[in-house]
């Protein structure tokens, strides 16, 4: 299991949320980097999980703010939302911050931090292609088929799941060094909005796991939550799912 404090260091636990439905999503599109807004179901899936996260016990503290005998469990309190740079990402983690906030009378006290790296896979050459067009346009033999799925391995200029593994270790040695040793001196989570490949590719760069494996067991829908921490092994790490399957 990747382990990503040391005993001189608090224990951060990582949520990764996947952005709500975007307007490529909506349209059977492969998004990539191209910067669509949420749809009005994006938003309120961002909404439906924000409001189960915040009857579960989860809270977002305001900047100034350390977690006390007073606050939840450190699982569950929120210190920090970091977002993609994408469109998508940003809106659902403000409907988030917005949600779980503990600042009522100044809800944007908490600003959504932006990490390049939580940005979606470069889909090369099927960045705008049509979903239904993977398996003509890449070929079956550099198509990994999931039930309803088809993850494209290989096109040109797209990064390959190899490179989404490469990426994610590079943010957890961020997180590790820059966020988890930056005067954090106590337990607590961040919660990092993303998107569908990346979000599982960070997932398996956490635990360790085959990349392939990974793509096989399950699918990242939107608005989905994922828990990331030491103490919680990686057949627990569904915090909260949706069955939407949008690439």
Same mark, same amino acid.
């Given at each position: 299991?990747?382990?990503?404090? /040391?005993?001189?260091?608090?224990?951060?636990?990582?949520?990764?949320? *996947?952005?709500?439905?975007?307007?490529?999503?909506?349209?059977?599109? !492969?998004?990539?980097?191209?910067?669509?807004?949420?749809?009005?179901?994006?938003? *309120?899936?961002?909404?439906?999980?924000?409001?189960?996260?915040?009857?579960?016990?989860?809270?977002?503290?305001?900047?100034?703010?350390?977690? @006390?005998?007073?606050?939840? /469990?450190?699982?569950?309190?929120? *210190?920090?939302?970091?977002?993609?740079p994408?469109?998508?990402?940003?809106?659902?983690?403000?409907?988030?911050?917005?949600?779980?906030?503990?600042?009522?009378?100044?809800?944007? @006290?908490?600003?959504v931090?932006?990490?390049?790296?939580?940005?979606?896979?470069?889909?090369?050459?099927?960045?705008?292609?049509?979903? /239904? @067009?993977?398996?003509?346009?890449?070929?079956?033999?550099?198509? !990994? @088929?999931?039930?309803?799925?088809?993850?494209?391995?290989?096109?040109?200029?797209?990064?390959?799941?190899?490179?989404?593994?490469? *990426?994610?270790?590079?943010?957890?040695?961020?997180?590790?060094?820059?966020?988890?040793?930056?005067?954090?001196?106590?337990?607590?989570?961040?919660?990092?909005?993303?998107?569908?490949?990346?979000?599982?590719?960070?997932?398996?760069?956490?635990?360790?796991?085959?990349?392939?494996?990974?793509?096989?067991?399950?699918?990242?829908?939107?608005?989905?939550v994922l828990?990331l921490?030491?103490?919680?092994?990686?057949?627990?790490a569904?915090?909260?799912?949706?069955?939407?399957?949008? /690439?």
């Amino acid at each position: 299991m990747k382990t990503i404090t /040391s005993q001189k260091q608090p224990m951060i636990n990582i949520y990764i949320a *996947r952005h709500g439905q975007d307007v490529d999503n909506s349209n059977g599109i !492969l998004n990539g980097h191209r910067n669509e807004p949420l749809t009005e179901l994006g938003r *309120r899936q961002a909404e439906d999980v924000g409001k189960q996260m915040l009857q579960e016990g989860f809270c977002l503290l305001p900047n100034s703010q350390t977690t @006390s005998s007073s606050t939840p /469990s450190a699982k569950k309190t929120i *210190r920090a939302i970091y977002s993609s740079p994408l469109q998508r990402a940003h809106e659902t983690a403000k409907i988030f911050a917005k949600i779980l906030s503990t600042d009522a009378s100044n809800e944007q @006290s908490n600003t959504v931090q932006i990490l390049d790296d939580l940005i979606e896979r470069d889909f090369g050459i099927m960045t705008g292609m049509p979903i /239904s @067009s993977i398996l003509e346009k890449c070929g079956q033999d550099h198509v !990994l @088929s999931i039930d309803t799925i088809n993850y494209f391995l290989d096109p040109e200029n797209a990064e390959t799941f190899p490179d989404l593994i490469a *990426r994610g270790k590079k943010l957890l040695t961020y997180i590790d060094t820059e966020i988890c040793g930056n005067g954090v001196n106590e337990d607590s989570s961040i919660l990092l909005v993303t998107h569908g490949d990346f979000g599982k590719m960070l997932y398996a760069a956490y635990y360790e796991l085959d990349w392939k494996e990974v793509l096989k067991q399950f699918h990242f829908g939107n608005s989905e939550v994922l828990l990331l921490a030491n103490d919680s092994p990686p057949e627990k790490a569904h915090v909260f799912e949706t069955s939407q399957y949008n /690439s």
